[in-house]
C-alpha cells in the first residue's frame, strides 16, 4: 500500500512538473516570437534622415534598410517585448522593446502629416528622436 502510494505520488508530481516545464516553455517560446501586428498603423517605408536608413513598416514586420534597399536590421526575427499599437492625442503610437538591440523604440504617426516621429531608449546613452519622412 505504501508504495503503491509513493508511485502515485511520484508520478503526480512528475506529470506536475512536467505541465510546469511545458507552460514555461510555451510561455518563453511565445515572448521570443511575439508576433508584430501593426493593426492601425501606416504601413509604407520613412528616411531616418541622421542615418541614412529607411524604416519600412509592413503588415506582420519592421525592417531597417539601407539606401540600396539591403536589410541591416529584420525585427521578425528579434526578440520583441511589450509590443503595442494605440491611438492617443498626438496620434497613432507604436511601442516596443527589442532584446537583440537593446533598445526601447516609439514610433508617432501624428494626425496632421505623413511624417513618423521615431524616439529610441538606450540604456546609459542619449535619448535619440527624429522626424522621418514618408518615402
Partial sequence: MYVQS?????????????????????????????????GSFPLGKWLDPNWG???????????ILDKDGNVYFDFS??????????????????TFSCDETGKTYKFTKPLTNLNIILEI???????????MQKQ
Fill in 6 to 38: 509513493t508511485l502515485a505520488f511520484r508520478l503526480g508530481l512528475t506529470i506536475l512538473i512536467l505541465y510546469i516545464v511545458r507552460g514555461v516553455s510555451y510561455a518563453l517560446a511565445l515572448l521570443t516570437a511575439q508576433a508584430i501586428n501593426l
Fill in 77 to 94: 526575427k528579434a526578440t520583441i517585448r511589450d509590443f503595442k499599437v494605440s491611438v492617443e492625442k498626438e496620434g497613432v503610437v507604436m
Fill in 121 to 131: 531608449d538606450r540604456p546609459n546613452q542619449e535619448h535619440y528622436k527624429v522626424e
Fill in 53 to 63: 536608413a529607411y524604416w519600412e513598416f509592413s503588415t506582420n514586420n519592421i525592417r
